[in-house]
């Protein structure tokens, strides 16, 4: 199936500041808004329409979906994050997408959505594709204040688990660590074969989760990020090492993948 890509100017509703370095974008962008799925991300042009620097589009997940508008949830980490914090309501900002293959829903499974940092932005859109009856939804950060989409996920009836680094929400340590528990206590009564795992979140711990994961023999699959050039399969840019030798294209095969098909070492 041919997917459409869109490349629109979209209006800024609100760019709302979360604490000092993550922003809440939320753009009017019907056309990606009607066909974007969990899992799938945008290029968004940050820079004036004058200037070229930076010359690069750069790569966002969608965070939510309310009619025809979008979320975009980031974090300040350089010129072009810089930029984006400087948008007000009523400008415009030119996007492509959606992008990518987002995650592969498996229906009539237990889910558990593991997300680190910001990789809570894709994990919280899909969590609108899954039931609440059969979901459980863990998140880490380095601490409360990092912790992003916690009332949102809560709001809406799912399970909800915390890790952070310093303990000042949740449990003190690692959002594997609870994975492990979670999964222990599910695979006496249900077995490997009824779980799926969906995650995003920084290369070690996705790196972590694939090997537990694989060790259990439960299906997983993880929204990686790469620096990317165009987004859009062109540039070689995005590569990541394949399981069975050779590369695959974060932008075009992913963003996510399943943890069997990437090589971890
Ligand atoms: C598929 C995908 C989805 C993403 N979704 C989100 C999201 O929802 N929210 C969000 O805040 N960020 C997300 N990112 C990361 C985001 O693209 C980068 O933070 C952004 O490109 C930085 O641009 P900049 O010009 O501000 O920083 P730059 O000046 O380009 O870089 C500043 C610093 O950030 C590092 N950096 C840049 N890009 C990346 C990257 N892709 N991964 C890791 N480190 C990087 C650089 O090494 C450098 O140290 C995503 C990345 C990908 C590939
Ligand atoms: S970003 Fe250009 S090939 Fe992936």
Known sequence: ??????????????????????FRLILRAPEIASS???????????????????LLRRPFSINRVENKDIHILYRVVGKGTKYMSNLSKEDQIEIL?????????IKNKINILVAGGMGIAPISFLTSSLPKDKTIVIVGA????ELFDIDYIKNQGYSLFIATDDGSMGKKGLVTEILK???????????????VVYSCGPYPMLKNLANICKRLKIDAQVS?????????????????????????HVCKDGPVFDVNEVNWS
């Open 142 to 145: 380095a601490n409360k204040e």
């Open 224 to 248: 990686m990020e790469a620096k990317m050039a165009c987004g859009i399969g062109l540039c070689l840019g995005c590569v990541v090492s394949k399981n069975d030798g050779g590369f695959l």
């Open 181 to 195: 528990e979670k999964l222990d206590e599910l695979l006496l009564d249900k077995g490997n074969k009824d779980i």
């Open 1 to 22: 199936m041919i997917k459409e890509i869109f490349n629109i100017k979209a209006l800024v509703l609100e760019n709302i500041k979360l604490n000092p370095y993550t």
């Open 36 to 54: 974007v799925k969990p899992g799938q991300f945008c290029m968004l042009k940050v820079r004036d329409q004058l200037s070229y620097d930076p």
């Open 97 to 105: 997408g959606p992008l990518g293959n987002g995650f592969k829903i």
